[in-house]
């Protein structure tokens, strides 16, 4: 049932790009040029603003696709972890979507952040692997992530998932507002059907993850750096790593560095850098030079154009395949899953039911 991996958790890593075409498939037309929502729609014109609520990692999801949508479509996206949106008595302006981001869909807080908005936003949505769960049922439409049944407490492929259906929505909002021409909309529907074949060819890094795994494994800390949507997957790539092999783990926006956090850098510290070569990517060398300065150990991860323009001198790196901007988010969520793993399997810790934790949170 683990189909010949170790662990459940390496197997859904393993599932992405299957899950994702999947994912694909179901959202948008066999000629791959444009997209379909499932009954009723969503038109994106109806709405000012969207908030986006969720807990650990699908609040990363959130995080992340809150780039996107002010990027890609031009709309005002707020986030909230659930557990403070749902007592911070935020005021919800009737031209709001929410959009609720749950793999469980039955996770307390997420559930009663919902419950909150019920009467108050115009749409509710709710991202989901169970279309029968709770939150499935209270809203008023319910979008499947399609991932199957995740295993592993460590969320993964959930994960990628979200980002694959919360991307699509971006692109949907920013057709329905006329922010992106059709011909820029099949564009970016088209770079998103390469998303299966990039993630194989991050996958096949594996084995190269595992050997710098095994020096991160005698680490006590860890920092994680990305900036602009790579920012929320330097979050999502610091709690992977705590919560399965129990080595702290932080992540930062790489230009927040100088304002504390740089005052943690030293020679045992391990620092991973996520540089996909994007509009940022100057300025994430110009901040990782800047860590190399104080005696910090870089992990860079980049493509192979990065590795041969930032790569002198840095400890580690790992090669990703070069990606469209957009997608870099879900591509490079395959190699910090990846030296979660790893790490975690080098610690001996138990990989598939980390200690403390649950696979859904149905308690506040
Ligand atoms: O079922 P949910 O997506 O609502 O769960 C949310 C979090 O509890 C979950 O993502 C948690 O952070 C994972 N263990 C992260 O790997």
Same mark, same amino acid.
């Given at each position: 049932?683990?189909?010949?991996?170790?662990?459940?958790?390496?197997?859904?890593?393993?599932?992405?790009?299957?899950?994702?075409?999947?994912?694909?498939?179901?959202?948008?037309?066999?000629?791959?040029?444009?997209?379909?929502?499932?009954?009723?729609?969503?038109?994106?014109?109806?709405?000012?603003?969207?908030?986006?609520?969720?807990?650990?990692?699908?609040?990363?999801?959130?995080?992340?696709?809150?780039?996107?949508?002010?990027?890609?479509?031009?709309?005002?996206?707020?986030?909230?972890?659930?557990?403070?949106? $749902?007592?911070?008595?935020?005021?919800?302006?009737? $031209?709001?979507?929410?959009?609720?981001?749950?793999?469980?869909?039955?996770?307390?807080?997420?559930?009663?952040?919902? $419950?909150?908005?019920?009467?108050?936003?115009?749409?509710?949505?709710?991202?989901?692997?169970?279309?029968?769960?709770?939150?499935? $049922?209270?809203?008023?439409?319910?979008?499947?992530?399609?991932?199957?049944?995740?295993?592993?407490?460590?969320?993964?492929?959930?994960?990628?998932?979200?980002?694959?259906?919360?991307?699509?929505?971006?692109?949907?909002?920013?057709?329905?507002?006329?922010?992106?021409?059709?011909?820029?909309?099949?564009?970016?529907?088209?770079?998103?059907?390469? !998303?299966?074949?990039? !993630?194989?060819?991050?996958?096949?890094?594996?084995?190269?993850?595992?050997?710098?795994?095994?020096?991160?494994?005698?680490?006590?800390?860890?920092?994680?750096?990305?900036?602009?949507?790579?920012?929320?997957?330097?979050?999502?790539?610091?709690?992977? !790593?705590?919560?399965?092999?129990?080595?702290?783990?932080?992540?930062?926006?790489?230009?927040?560095?100088?304002?504390?956090?740089?005052?943690?850098?030293?020679?045992?510290?391990?620092?991973?850098?996520?540089?996909?070569?994007?509009?940022?990517?100057?300025?994430?060398?110009?901040?990782?030079?800047?860590?190399?300065?104080?005696?910090?150990?870089?992990?860079?991860?980049?493509?192979?154009?990065?590795?041969?323009?930032?790569?002198?001198?840095?400890?580690?790196?790992?090669?990703?395949?070069?990606?469209?901007?957009?997608?870099?988010?879900?591509?490079?969520?395959?190699?910090?899953?990846?030296?979660?793993?790893?790490?975690?399997?080098?610690?001996?810790?138990?990989?598939?039911?980390?200690?403390?934790?649950?696979?859904?949170?149905?308690?506040?």
């Amino acid at each position: 049932e683990k189909a010949g991996h170790k662990h459940y958790m390496s197997k859904e890593i393993f599932e992405q790009p299957t899950v994702i075409s999947e994912a694909l498939n179901y959202y948008m037309s066999a000629d791959g040029a444009s997209l379909i929502l499932p009954e009723p729609g969503i038109d994106f014109t109806k709405y000012d603003r969207i908030v986006m609520v969720a807990c650990g990692t699908a609040f990363y999801a959130c995080f992340t696709a809150k780039y996107w949508f002010e990027q890609i479509a031009k709309v005002p996206v707020e986030v909230d972890i659930a557990s403070e949106f $749902r007592y911070r008595e935020a005021p919800i302006s009737p $031209r709001t979507l929410a959009i609720y981001v749950s793999q469980s869909g039955e996770t307390a807080d997420t559930l009663a952040a919902l $419950r909150y908005t019920a009467g108050k936003a115009e749409t509710i949505i709710t991202v989901t692997n169970s279309s029968e769960s709770s939150m499935a $049922r209270e809203s008023d439409m319910s979008l499947p992530i399609l991932a199957g049944v995740e295993v592993g407490v460590a969320s993964t492929k959930a994960f990628s998932c979200q980002l694959t259906v919360l991307l699509m929505l971006a692109l949907k909002a920013a057709q329905d507002r006329g922010v992106l021409s059709e011909d820029e909309i099949k564009t970016q529907l088209s770079a998103l059907r390469s !998303l299966p074949g990039l !993630l194989n060819l991050a996958l096949d890094q594996s084995s190269a993850i595992s050997d710098v795994s095994a020096l991160l494994a005698e680490s006590s800390d860890v920092l994680f750096l990305g900036r602009g949507a790579m920012y929320p997957l330097a979050l999502e790539g610091a709690l992977k !790593l705590k919560e399965i092999s129990y080595i702290h783990a932080e992540g930062y926006a790489s230009g927040e560095l100088k304002h504390g956090p740089i005052a943690l850098v030293d020679q045992n510290t391990p620092i991973i850098v996520l540089a996909p070569r994007d509009k940022l990517f100057e300025k994430t060398v110009s901040n990782m030079q800047e860590v190399m300065a104080r005696g910090g150990k870089v992990l860079l991860i980049s493509d192979e154009q990065g590795l041969k323009e930032a790569g002198d001198g840095v400890w580690q790196t790992i090669q990703m395949p070069t990606v469209p901007d957009a997608l870099a988010p879900i591509l490079y969520a395959v190699p910090a899953q990846l030296l979660a793993y790893h790490t975690a399997v080098a610690k001996g810790t138990d990989v598939d039911q980390p200690r403390n934790l649950a696979k859904s949170v149905t308690v506040e």
